[in-house]
């Protein structure tokens, strides 16, 4: 079997992908019509999902974001939302992904006159009708944005879904000038709530942006954290020499890195996918996994983002099984869930495939 085949069939989690940056090209093209947008470059679906990926590849994240003015657009009316929700559980069934978080903020689908309780509540219906469908588990994260002033109405929000399969509060946006610590409030609230917190941190500002995110916010997962590495004093030869306070925090508590590689690579947050610092983190045992990000920005699924890894880092089936069993360890839904994914779904999946590959030999 091929790797691709093998990383594409076995039960993979994804925690860390926007609900709007992965709608298919066909369904931009459809709402659009739906609703006479015609900002679109063109409406066929293969030109314009290339569109969206030049477009996205620029090397900063300031740019990378100006795609999302278009799938934003398209997603102000209910029926909108709920289809997007329900087409990315199809979208990962398809791709063998057993659980996944999504995220999104509720504030940039209301330009048509949707309440907050509309924006949610339709995402909720297409995530559960796709569950129901697909058998694909999920949870909701709600984002605050870094250059807005509502995050705590957002963190409130948040709180009051969470019977209904928000998870968490994350904060999104544009990093540089945005510090985490402005949102203080916001954080305070889930923290007195009990509830989950996940931030946007060390991707397009230093590692004093995650330092933030964890120590002043309160962060139980970070995402992306690329720049963590300030913090590792290398030798000449790349190895580790010395963790930095920060660094060895994280290690010791077992904070989540959610990695996205190439998107790092089209936000400018890294150089070239060799130089990802992905690697390193999970060889000194950090709890590290692959997401997508935005799929249709990055023109990615999380079975490519694993081979990429795989391919350039030599990655086994037991290091791509014991990422995604880091995933599961590290999702916001209850701890009973979690076992269950992981082992009713994970490692029986990857057992199974072990056997396959063995008999194959034979």
């Known amino acids: 079997m091929k790797t691709e085949e093998i990383i594409h069939q076995v039960p993979k989690v994804q925690l860390h992908d926007h609900l709007d940056g992965g709608l298919r090209a066909q369904t931009i093209i459809e709402l659009a019509k739906d609703i006479k947008y015609n900002k679109l470059p063109t409406s066929d679906a293969g030109e314009l999902a290339e569109w969206f990926h030049r477009g996205a590849n620029k090397g900063n994240l300031v740019e990378y974001l100006q795609g999302f003015e278009h799938t934003c657009a398209v997603m102000q009316s209910k029926e909108a939302l709920e289809r997007v929700a329900y087409e990315t559980i199809e979208d990962m069934k398809k791709d063998n992904v057993c659980f996944i978080e999504t995220r999104f903020a509720p504030v940039l689908h209301l330009e048509k006159g949707l309440y907050f309780d509309d924006v949610i509540n339709s995402v909720l219906k297409g995530l559960e009708r796709g569950k129901n469908d697909f058998g694909v588990g999920y949870g909701l994260i709600l984002c605050g944005m870094r250059n807005m002033k509502n995050s705590l109405e957002i963190a409130e929000l948040a709180v009051n879904f969470r019977d209904q399969g928000v998870v968490g509060f994350d904060l999104a946006g544009e990093e540089g000038g945005y510090p985490p610590k402005k949102h203080i409030e916001a954080f305070q609230f889930i923290q007195r709530q009990n509830f989950n917190i996940t931030i946007h941190a060390g991707e397009a500002f230093g590692k004093e942006s995650i330092w933030q995110a964890i120590q002043f916010c309160g962060a139980h997962r970070i995402g992306h954290a690329t720049r963590l590495t300030e913090d590792i004093v290398k030798d000449n030869d790349g190895n580790v020499v010395q963790l930095g306070e920060l660094t060895q925090y994280v290690l010791d508590k077992r904070i989540p890195l959610e990695i996205c590689l190439l998107s790092n690579v089209h936000t400018g947050a890294i150089d070239k ?90």
């Open 273 to 362: 996918l060799e130089n990802h610092p992905f690697i390193l983190l999970y060889k000194q045992k950090f709890r590290v996994f692959l997401n997508t990000d935005d799929r249709l920005m990055s023109d990615t699924t999380l079975t490519k983002e694993y081979l990429t890894a795989s391919n350039l880092f030599d990655l086994s089936l037991d290091d791509i099984e014991k990422l995604n069993l880091n995933a599961m360890k590290s999702s916001f839904i209850p701890y009973a869930d979690r076992l269950h994914y992981i082992y009713k779904v994970i490692k029986p999946g990857f057992a199974s495939m072990r056997e396959k590959l063995l008999s194959l030999k034979n």
